[in-house]
Structure formats: C-alpha cells, structure tokens
C-alpha cells in the first residue's frame, strides 16, 4: 500500500496568511495526487484533482503543484472561510489511500 | 443536481450487521466508480471500498481491514449503491460517505454524500 504523509500536522495563522501544506507518498504516484477540505460535521470537499488543476467553483486563492512523491497546497490568502482541515489523497493505485490531514486554525 | 445521500446509519451490537444505501440523483452511476469511505470519531479519512462501473464488470476493492466481512453491491434501478457490513467490530464505528469516483479528474472524489453514522457497541 502507498502511505501517505503530511506536513505539518496543524498549523496557526491569520487571516490574510500564505499558507502551506505538504504531502508525501512513500512512492511515485506521478500527479495522481487530490487535496480535499474538510470542515467539522461536514463531508470532504474537492479543492485541487491531478496535483495541480483547480476544480470549478473552488477560489484561485487554492493551488496545488508536484509529481512523483512530492506534492504541495497553498493558500495564497487565507481567508476566514479556509480554516479547516486538509487531506491529500492519491489515486494512483487501486487502493486509494489519503493522508492524516492538516488542521488549519487562527 | 448531481448529489448522493446515504442512510442506514444505526447503533449495532458487536458482530452485527447493517446495510448502508447510498441513493444518487442527478447523474447515472452505472457510468462510474462508486467508493465509500469512512471516518472514525475525531480521526481522519480511511477508504473503504470500491464498486467498479459496468464497463468494468461492477467488480469490487475492499481495504483489507474489511474484506470478507464487507460487501458493495448496486442496483442500477434504483440508481443506488449499498453497503452490507457483517460482523461489526468496535472498530468500524465510523461517519460513512459515499463518493463518486471522476475519471476525467484524477480519479478523484467530486461528489460526497453528507455521512452517514454507525455506531458498533454494546
């Protein structure tokens, strides 16, 4: 199975903020690599799919970049809204896996 | 509006059994991969299993912690996805989601029902 890690477990900042996230596949996955926000009492929700292509609705404030292993979010201005929690998961193999998650909070 | 809403959720002694339904609207399923997912009180996101589309055969993928014990099934009448879960442990209790499997899109999860929850216990 591809194990999947994240960096860093959870972060503080403020509104206005860049923000970064990282995640790590234990191998190649080439850019099959999806970031999921996810707020309390809610369902996940899809920011970024195929490590870099914004999914239509989401803010252009949300970016993804990387392939192979290495993968990152960015906000590039948080906003009030974007304190949550972040998943990466990869669909490269059959088995999707997703990674522990990067809590966002002020 | 393409959405998913699941329910079945219950409260379910230890080596019990439930049925999850996950009823699509908005779009045809039989055209996709249909996963599930869980997550457990206060932890993170595991994936769970896997039903393949038609062109596909409907074929199925479970994450080893379930297999055997778990069974995704469809009816495409109905335009719905299910989860029969056997021989509970403490350890499936879980919010359960439903989620579309988008091909065009990575293979990424574009749709998510809103959860629904099961409680293993006794």
């Known amino acids: 199975d591809i194990q999947m890690t994240q960096s860093p477990s959870s972060l503080s900042a403020s509104v206005g903020d860049r923000v970064t996230i990282t995640c790590r596949a234990s191998q190649s996955i080439s850019t099959y690599l999806n970031w999921y926000q996810q707020k309390p009492g809610k369902a996940p929700k899809l920011l970024i799919y195929?490590?870099?292509s914004l999914q239509s609705g989401v803010p252009s404030r949300f970016s993804g970049s990387g392939s192979g292993t290495d993968f990152t979010l960015t906000i590039s201005s948080l906003q009030p809204e974007d304190f949550a929690t972040y998943y990466c998961?990869?669909?490269?193999?059959?088995?999707?896996?997703f990674g522990p998650g990067t809590k966002v909070d002020i | 509006e393409e959405q998913l809403v699941e329910s079945g959720g219950a409260l379910v002694q230890p080596g019990g059994s439930l049925r999850l339904t996950c009823a699509a609207a908005g779009f045809i399923i039989s055209d996709h991969y249909m996963d599930w997912v869980r997550q457990a009180p206060g932890k993170g996101l595991e994936w769970v299993g896997r039903s393949r589309n038609k062109f596909k055969g409907y074929t199925t993928e479970y994450v080893a912690s379930v297999k055997g014990r778990f069974t995704i099934s469809r009816d495409d009448s109905k335009n719905s996805l299910y989860l029969q879960m056997d021989s509970l442990k403490s350890e499936d209790t879980a919010v359960y989601y439903c989620?579309?499997?988008?091909?065009?899109?990575?293979?990424?999860?574009?749709?998510w029902g809103q959860g629904t929850m099961v409680t293993v216990s006794s």
């Open positions: 998961q990869q669909s490269y193999t059959a088995q999707f896996t």
């Open positions: 195929a490590a870099s």
């Open positions: 989620a579309r499997v988008y091909g065009g899109k990575g293979n990424a999860f574009d749709i």
